[in-house]
Nanobody, 125 residues
Framework: QAQLTEFGGGSVQAGESLRLSCVASDRIYSSSTCLGWFRQAPGKEREGLASIYTDLGITYTGGSATGRFGISQDKVKKTIFLEMNDLKSDDTAMYYC?????????????????WGQGTQVTVSS
């Protein structure tokens, strides 16, 4: 079964940190060399934040993620993480894990081959 399941969303105060997790099913993990994170705020387009080549561990961050967010993985658990620091109210959004056809800065949603269901992050100022 193809599945990406996100965990770790919630409500935090501005300035706090949060770590999101995404567990990939065997089917997704074995067929996807690149996993990443996107987010979508109300009324805005979905944007790519970070991605990782799971075989080599090469990571990319870009856009709103630059400087405050980082991506990592646990290969044994087929899990990727998004570490978010110094959160701001503008970071309030639904965060999605994704299997992508390629990794890099500026990956568009069109490059996603499979989406997780999303996890909500709300930052209060």
């Amino acid at each position: 079964q193809a599945q990406l399941t996100e965990f770790g969303g919630g409500s935090v105060q501005a300035g706090e940190s949060l770590r999101l997790s995404c567990v990939a099913s065997d089917r997704i993990y074995s067929s996807s060399t690149c996993l990443g994170w996107f987010r979508q705020a109300p009324g805005k387009e979905r944007e790519g934040l970070a991605s990782i080549y799971t075989d080599l561990g090469i990571t990319y961050t870009g856009g709103s993620a630059t400087g405050r967010f980082g991506i990592s993985q646990d290969k044994v658990k087929k899990t990727i993480f998004l570490e978010m620091n110094d959160l701001k109210s503008d970071d309030t959004a639904m965060y999605y894990c994704a299997a992508q056809s390629w990794c890099g800065q500026g990956v568009s949603p069109a490059s996603v081959t499979f989406w997780g269901q999303g996890t909500q992050v709300t930052v209060s100022s």
